[in-house]
């Protein structure tokens, strides 16, 4: 440890053990501190994974703290943290709640068609090397070999144009559910006894998701819509969040609108996905955006399998994956008649908006 340094590191407590030595990784350029402790792991992967080469029984590891010195404009060292995984992002149960889904899981998952259940275990087993691993090169890698894997092949099309195709009807059903589950879980964070108190206005119905749609959808609701924007007062980001929701969900049209823009965002992004792992693989080089790819990839692998195990576990019993995935382009087809079909929404015909959530137990009851 360099002299000027001992002070500091030793009040923070970092400092090596017996069988630990220091290492310095230097000449590293670079914008803030976290970017440079990610550039430093990258080099220190390099060396363990050369050192393997000649020594397969066990690796070179390090402690997750580094400590950084910035050589110009501020010299005062910091001790940074390993900063979450990309695969790491995504939403989590509760563990009581996910031990639960884990045995309705084991007990009613019914892929027993030939290969089925072989490809949505290999697919499990590829998603928790992903999460396991902390490089994002192979945490890319894993989730296009997954996707690729548990889609369908599709005669006459190339491979990227079949799984786009298969992923759509998914990830379009899901996707007006999504942000309102999301929009009603900010609400909840911001102050849930407020928020109860507006969504008991719309209806008496325990599904708080459904009386958030009610709320921004129905033009009878404008009332209960403006207590609520003035209710959240400095809350600056999340009132226009609400009111250009609501925007969009009054109007069938602009729903429509909102979700052929999402359709196209899905394409472009699957295809990035695509180039990326062709570029690693053939290159072996990476894109400095692969982390949001990553987020992206991991999000639509959730989503699908979410989709999986609902429809095979649940009352459709379904026995094979190709039957999930055209379940759900049927789904979809008459999602959009539906809302071709739609003039305004009322309590009749909404529901059908939150997609798979439907269908599903909300998360956000026991909340409110």
């Not at 340094?5 to 220091?22: H, Q, R, W, Y």
């Not at 009386?211 to 009332?223: A, G």
Request: positive net charge; glycine residues 4%.
């Amino acid at each position: 440890m360099p002299e000027n340094l001992v002070p500091f590191a030793a009040g923070k407590g970092f400092v090596a053990n017996v069988n630990e030595v220091i290492v310095r990784v230097h000449g590293i350029q670079s914008f803030d501190i976290y970017s440079a402790r990610a550039e430093g792991e990258r080099q220190l992967n390099d060396v363990r994974d050369f050192f393997v080469l000649f020594y397969h029984k066990s690796q070179v590891t390090w402690r997750n703290e580094a400590l950084v010195v910035q050589l110009c404009c501020e010299e005062t060292p910091a001790i940074v943290d390993k900063p979450k995984s990309s695969m790491e992002k995504g939403f989590d149960l509760k563990p009581a709640v996910a031990s639960k889904r884990m045995n309705w899981l084991l007990r009613n998952l019914n892929l027993s068609s030939r290969g089925s259940f072989e490809r949505f275990d290999r697919v499990v087993e590829l998603h928790g090397i992903g999460v396991a691993n902390q490089i994002p090169e192979n945490q890319l890698l894993n989730l296009w070999i997954s996707i690729e894997t548990i889609t369908p092949s599709h005669v006459g099309q190339n491979k990227i144009t079949g799984v786009i195709t298969s992923l759509k009807p998914i990830l379009m059903l899901n996707y007006v559910g999504r942000l309102i589950e999301r929009v009603t879980a900010d609400l909840v964070r911001w102050d849930r006894f407020r928020t109860a108190r507006i969504l008991k206005k719309i209806s008496k119905d325990k599904d708080v998701r459904l009386n958030t749609l009610r709320l921004l959808s129905m033009k009878e609701h404008e009332p209960a819509r403006k207590e609520l924007y003035g209710m959240l007062g400095d809350f600056h980001l999340l009132r226009y969040r609400v009111f250009r929701l609501s925007e969009i969900l009054c109007d069938p049209q602009k729903v429509q609108e909102l979700l052929s823009e999402h359709e196209k965002k899905i394409s472009w992004q699957i295809r990035r996905i695509y180039r990326t792992r062709n570029l690693i693989v053939h290159s072996g080089q990476s894109p400095v955006f692969i982390h949001a790819l990553i987020e992206n990839g991991h999000d639509y692998l959730d989503q699908i399998l979410s989709q999986v195990m609902l429809a095979s576990c649940g009352d459709y019993h379904m026995s094979s994956l190709d039957q999930v995935f055209e379940f759900a382009k049927i789904r979809y087809e008459r999602f959009e008649s539906k809302l071709a079909s739609s003039t305004e929404f009322d309590n009749d015909n909404l529901i059908f908006l939150l997609g798979n959530a439907a269908f599903q137990p909300t998360k956000l009851a026991s909340m409110i």
